[in-house]
């Protein structure tokens, strides 16, 4: 099975300075700004310490592990410390990034992993007042005792912040993978498996035997869960109906309904409400 091809190519960009913004005993929270252009990626890498991202403006994909996040701006990603990851520009993401060092990493099972949490407008505001630009740091200077009471109030919105199940599974297998990453990049090149299998030189049996053992459902299971998370992410933005419809490729709003409703058993409005 050969590599995938996709259309729209993706940049990669190596993560800024660490020394920059790495938290410390003596500032245990640490934030920065920088935006990424549209299909920039950040290569993979890890910190000593965890993490907090979420954009301003526009939409990311966090991959860690054996999952990818699709993440528009009410929603953050959260890292614990030492887990490799890659951050990509679905479109051009306004970001921000909040480190933990590992003395205030809560220490609960749940802070262990990767998940994605609800940003609050509190919480939003606060990392923008603690986020410095790493390109003009004599500009960005913050006072030191109002950055003590600023990282306190992040830690509490932190623990009241609601997780919720944003996430899609990625496989372990190469090949698998890079056709994976390809449907994650632009789900709405290919209708079908057919069409996917095509573009990666196998046949459409050896990519649907692949999503079975790898990931233990079907690639119209698998890729519909794509489709939501992109959904989401746009109807967080108030993005109508229609032009979420269009976008992700189906004929009609109406027929993006009907798969919404299948998929989740309530309508669209409902669904994202409650997400």
Known sequence: MDAPRPRRQLVDTPPLDPRLYEPTAERPLRAKARVLANHIRIEPHHHDWGQLVFSVTGVTRVSAGLSTFIVPPS???????RRVHSVTAVEQADLRTLYLHQAVVPDSAAW???????VSPLLRELVLQLATDPDAPSTNEIDERREHHIAALVLDELQRARPLRLGVDLPQDKRLLALCEAILDDPARHANLDGWAAESGAS???????????????????????????????????RPMSHIAAELGYASASAFTAMVTRAVGMPPSRFFAEA
């Open 75 to 81: 929603r953050a990603v959260w890292i614990p410390p």
């Open 112 to 118: 262990q992993e990767c998940r994605v949490l609800e």
């Open 204 to 238: 459409p049996r050896t990519v649907a035997r692949l999503f079975r053992q790898e990931l233990g459902t079907s690639f119209a299971q698998w890729r519909q869960q794509v489709l939501l998370a992109r959904a989401l992410s746009m109807a967080a933005r108030k």
